[in-house]
């Protein structure tokens, strides 16, 4: 597709449950971030995929946030044994430089509620 | 000190208001500097880059001072469709990291009829 597509766009699941969240990013972009964005707060940096280079996961919030990249395209963002705070929305990012933020393009979102 | 910090608003002006926000970061080290624009339930979009000799952008007036460390974004003859929520960005790069985008919170804009 033209943009970066997220899903589930909407996702509730019960408190302790494991979410998959899912971001395919434009096509032949090397460059990928996940954000979250709790209700009226800033976007909180998570992870960023950058090519085959280690990633950068010194915002993941705990170790029950993991996310990987697989063949430098689609990348999970796993969250185990979800808590009421993970709602959020959570947010993904392309880029074909990783020049950002040109070409940086947002991903709708997955909006997670933790019930 | 927050890294990049911005007055939550909301801005609530007039159509045709000129409207101007600020945003102050706190790394001098800060490479690059940009503006996303955010509606209400939506994702954020690039507005403008934030070039050190200033850059316009049809009612939009894009600011840096290096030496205050701040950034500003002046909107003329504001619109409705102006509301939205700003958003500044700043670019942090480390070493050989491509760095990170380092998002303010946003400034809340409401332009009334």
């Known amino acids: 597709g033209a943009g970066v597509s997220q899903s589930p766009s909407n996702k509730v699941t019960e408190k302790g449950k494991d979410v998959e969240l899912r971001c395919d990013p434009i096509?032949?972009?090397?460059?990928l971030y996940w954000y979250r964005q709790s209700l009226g707060q800033g976007l909180e940096f998570l992870i960023y995929f950058q090519g085959n280079s280690a990633p950068d996961k010194s915002g993941l919030p705990s170790d029950r946030f993991s996310a990987e990249r697989t063949g430098g395209s689609v990348s999970t963002l796993t969250i185990q044994r979800t808590q009421q705070e993970d709602s959020a929305v959570y947010l993904c990012?392309?880029?074909?430089?990783?020049?950002?933020?040109?070409?940086?393009?947002f991903g709708s979102g997955t909006r997670l509620t933790v019930v | 000190r927050k890294e990049v910090e911005q007055d939550p608003g909301p801005f609530n002006v007039p159509e045709g208001a000129t409207v101007a926000f600020n945003c102050t970061y706190s790394?001098?080290?800060?490479?690059?500097f940009f503006w996303y624009r955010q509606d209400c339930r939506k994702e954020p979009k690039l507005l403008m880059s934030v070039y050190s000799s200033g850059n316009e952008d049809g009612r939009f007036t894009a600011q840096l001072n290096r030496a205050s460390q701040y950034i500003s974004l002046l909107i003329r003859d504001s619109k409705l469709s102006d509301s939205a929520t700003y958003l500044c960005v700043v670019i942090q790069t480390n070493g050989g990291s491509q760095g990170n985008l380092i998002f303010g919170k946003g400034t809340k804009l409401s332009v009334k009829p």
């Open positions: 990012a392309s880029s074909s430089t990783g020049q950002a933020p040109y070409g940086y393009t």
């Open positions: 096509s032949g972009h090397t460059a």
């Open positions: 790394n001098s080290a800060s490479q690059s």
